[in-house]
């Protein structure tokens, strides 16, 4: 095995929660997920709590986080699947600038994921010190 992929099937394995990304296409999640996952043992993810996101090109393909996605995390032993958020090219744009820009609807539903990943996943509720970051105060560039 490749020491990069030795590195990533660690850092799962000692991840209190797992936050899985991908793009739709077809129905489908994509295939350098499906190969990641497939790595991962038989219990890769037994104790966590995983926040599955996707993206794609309209709302037709978001049934794919439930019937495509959740079976396999569920095999994969997940303590907890947080609900599964999907958004469309159309609420994720980039700026001239170079910085995406998420709809507020959308920032709104990341926010509350982090939430529930710093309360469900890691146990620890806000007033505990420890507050999630809201979404729309990440700042990412290309």
């Known amino acids: 095995s490749h020491p990069a992929v030795e590195r990533v099937i660690a850092q799962v394995a000692e991840a209190r929660v797992v936050v899985i990304a991908t793009p ?4 489908a999640y994509s295939g350098i997920l499906k190969v990641l996952l497939d790595l991962l043992p038989q219990d890769g ?4 709590t995983v926040l599955p996101l996707a993206t794609g090109g309209s709302p037709h393909h978001m049934l794919a986080l439930d019937y495509a996605l959740r079976p396999v995390l569920q095999a994969l032993a997940a303590r907890q699947i947080l609900p599964g958020i999907y958004a469309t090219d159309s609420q994720v744009t980039l700026t001239p600038e170079g910085a ?4 507020a ?3 709104r539903r990341l926010d509350d994921a982090a939430e529930a990943l ?3 996943g ?4 806000p007033r505990q010190g420890f507050d999630a970051v809201p979404f729309s ?3 990412c560039s290309v």
């Open 122 to 125: 890691l146990k620890l509720a």
């Open 100 to 103: 995406y820009q998420v709809h």
């Open 45 to 48: 993810l037994k104790g966590k």
């Open 118 to 120: 710093a309360t469900e």
């Open 24 to 27: 739709v296409y077809k129905a």
């Open 105 to 107: 609807d959308l920032a």
């Open 137 to 139: 105060q990440v700042r």
